[in-house]
């Protein structure tokens, strides 16, 4: 009888725990989508100040996932393969920007490309300046979200069947033609999925963002901004709009990794 009470009675446990995690990241953010209006949705969108700090953040974002892309893949790629001396370093070095705060990367990144550094200096004087513009938000966004792609990558390219790459290098193939020809076209609703988390993890960049490029404003830095002179109140809609695409791209990089499987 006390097995028969147990065995109805864990797997319920077991049900509550799994969904209480859930059930803590949707809650205060429904809660939020209730207190609005569609006239404040639309008020928002029609925003001059969400509109440009929008378009700064996107841009950022855009040329963030194409230079991790064109980078990070072949990173990717080489950590894929058989292990090879230093490969755990480069891997711990890799999670680095995801476990430090991101404010610490802003300030490091501002130790080395700051206005009176001597590589921000030179690019300021030649009319590049590497903080408080475009570029500076490319460069916060990049050293915090590059790791993703790279990650997400790498895991597609393991997935790739040893054996074809083993057929490539008898048929006289070399490591280009695994690269582009094997690896590349198999990967790719990883390498997709990844391109995703890199372009929306940029998009809610704030800690090194504030401290690399705070003019000229992303969508975050406009929260804080939105938030410090207006309250919860004026922040509300602005935080809605940022949460539903956020959202939207989860919802298609999680479909591209079940393609994937």
């Known amino acids: 009888m006390k097995m028969r009470a147990s065995s109805r009675f864990l797997p319920s446990l077991l049900v509550a725990a799994a969904l209480l995690p859930f059930v803590y990241i949707a809650a205060p953010l429904l809660h939020m989508f209730t207190t609005l209006s569609p006239a404040e949705i639309e008020a928002e969108l029609t925003n001059l100040e969400f509109i440009r700090s929008a378009a700064a953040s996107v841009l950022a974002a855009l040329l963030t996932t194409a230079v991790a892309s064109v980078f990070g893949l072949p990173s990717a790629f080489?950590?894929?393969?058989r292990p090879f001396f230093g490969r755990r370093l480069l891997e711990a070095l890799l999670l680095l920007p995801l476990l430090l705060p991101p404010v610490v990367g802003g300030i490091g990144q501002l130790f080395l490309y700051g206005p009176m550094t001597p590589v921000g200096a030179w690019f300021g004087a030649h009319g590049v300046p590497l903080t408080?513009?475009?570029?500076?938000?490319?460069?916060?966004?990049?050293?915090?979200?590059?790791?993703?792609?790279?990650?997400?990558?790498?895991?597609?390219?393991?997935?790739?069947?040893?054996?074809?790459?083993?057929?490539?290098?008898?048929?006289?193939?070399?490591?280009?033609?695994?690269?582009?020809?094997?690896?590349?076209?198999?990967?790719?609703?990883?390498?997709?999925?990844?391109?995703?988390?890199?372009?929306?993890?940029?998009?809610?960049?704030?800690?090194?963002?504030?401290?690399?490029a705070y003019h000229p404003y992303t969508l975050p830095v406009e929260v804080w901004v939105q938030f410090t002179s207006g309250g919860l109140a004026a922040v509300v809609p602005i935080a809605a709009l940022v949460t539903a695409f956020a959202l939207v791209v989860g919802l298609v990089a999680t479909s591209w990794q079940t393609r994937r499987r």
């Open 132 to 212: 408080n513009s475009v570029l500076g938000v490319f460069l916060a966004q990049s050293y915090i979200t590059s790791p993703y792609l790279i990650l997400t990558a790498k895991a597609g390219f393991e997935d790739v069947p040893p054996e074809l790459a083993e057929v490539t290098r008898t048929l006289g193939g070399g490591l280009w033609d695994v690269f582009w020809h094997i690896s590349l076209p198999l990967a790719r609703p990883a390498i997709f999925s990844g391109m995703l988390l890199t372009f929306a993890r940029a998009i809610g960049e704030f800690g090194a963002t504030m401290i690399i």
């Open 78 to 81: 080489l950590l894929s393969l």
